[in-house]
């Protein structure tokens, strides 16, 4: 029979065991019980907002709890990831979130209050690969006919994005770099400024997504000389995926989950099954489908594993852009 101080000790641990699992245990078993908040760092309206409502509705009658969504915009994306980054990591506040925060706001600002790699990946919600764009009186038809000119013409050609470091500048950036092309790059101060220049024929290519660019494409406003997924999309099915001619070229823009650091795995896991269920769900992966979005509802393990080839991926792009913090 052990002393009194030694079984005192022994009690002592399988107490502390016992509160440790009721609060890692009991805990996850009666989640949720309370609203949950999750944080879009974009105001409300555009895809992103969209996507996470869509979502948050399904989680919301799952659970029988709020789900709510809390739009924080402001300082390229990143006042909405430091709120989530110094959340409490007890389940009830996630980001949901395009590319910025999470890979390549980190090579791009220099006074993040937050690291990206900290999070806790939950799930890849949906992807959508970005198009390539030219006006409806551009001389190409064709991917191929666009390289040939631009080999011939260095610098001559431009493409339009809406700022520096922005989604659809890197991937122009890739595009340079992948066909061995030089482009002039035209920043503008948002997504509707340079896709009305685009249409109006004032830039000469640009790239973006097909939610909001798809009638523009069946009207005959603009033309579409490649899509940066993988593969073709059903949606344009007439336009090869740029890897075909450029192998390696993906640019994708994706809204991604995460939860804040040191958040339980049983939590996320629990979170990234529901979201995957409702992501599967005929109404909502119809919805998504509709506006040119792959429904993905990804593993913890899959997201983490995506993000880190989306973090090198754009990395490299950045580095041999030369384009240096703000």
Known sequence: MPPPLVKSIIVLAAMGLTVAQTRNGVSQES???RAIWMIVPLPAGGAPDAVTRAIASKL?????QPVQIEN???FVLNIGAEAVAKALPDGYTFLSTPPGP???NQFLQSNLNYDARAFVPVTVIVTFPFILLTHARSPFATLEELIAFAKANPGKLNFASPGIGSPPHLAGEMLKAKAGIQLSHVPYKGLEPALADLLGGHVDLMFHVANDTLE???????KALGVGAENRIPELQNAPAI?????GFVATTWIAVVAPPKTPPAIVE???QAIGEAVRSPDVADRFRAGGMTPVGATPEETATFLRQETDRWREVIVNAGIKPQ
């Open 31 to 33: 989640y949720p019980n």
């Open 60 to 64: 919301a009658a799952k659970w029988s």
């Open 72 to 74: 924080r915009p402001g």
């Open 102 to 104: 999470l890979v390549t």
């Open 216 to 222: 523009h494409i069946q009207s005959g406003k603009l």
């Open 243 to 247: 890897a075909e001619l450029l192998p």
């Open 270 to 272: 629990k979170m990234s």
